[in-house]
């Protein structure tokens, strides 16, 4: 074996490590990914559809409120 290549122990060990970076889940969690309840997912739903929204006036944050007050919380 030469000194300046790396063993195949080692590379299959570096190969999970980089598959794992990708994980966005807990690999002990053996239950499908839900939602934490519904307010998180009510919270994600009004974020996703604000950032989809085009318009850009201030008076758009009524019809998002639960972002409004983000925005309140962070600007005043």
């Not at 053996?30 to 996703?48: F, G, H, I, K």
């Given at each position: 074996?030469?000194?300046?290549?790396?063993?195949?122990?080692?590379?299959?060990?570096?190969?999970?490590?980089?598959?794992?970076?990708?994980?966005?889940?807990?690999?002990?969690d053996t239950e499908v990914s839900?939602?934490?309840?519904?307010?998180?997912?009510?919270?994600?739903?009004?974020?996703?559809?604000?950032?989809?929204?085009?318009?850009?006036?201030?008076?758009?944050?009524?019809?998002?409120?639960?972002?409004?007050?983000l925005v309140v919380q962070h600007?005043?």
């Amino acid at each position: 074996m030469s000194a300046g290549l790396p063993n195949a122990s080692a590379q299959s060990a570096n190969d999970d490590t980089d598959d794992d970076y990708f994980a966005f889940t807990d690999p002990d969690d053996t239950e499908v990914s839900q939602p934490a309840n519904d307010t998180t997912y009510t919270c994600d739903l009004e974020v996703l559809q604000f950032l989809d929204n085009n318009k850009r006036d201030v008076a758009i944050l009524n019809s998002y409120p639960l972002v409004k007050e983000l925005v309140v919380q962070h600007i005043g």
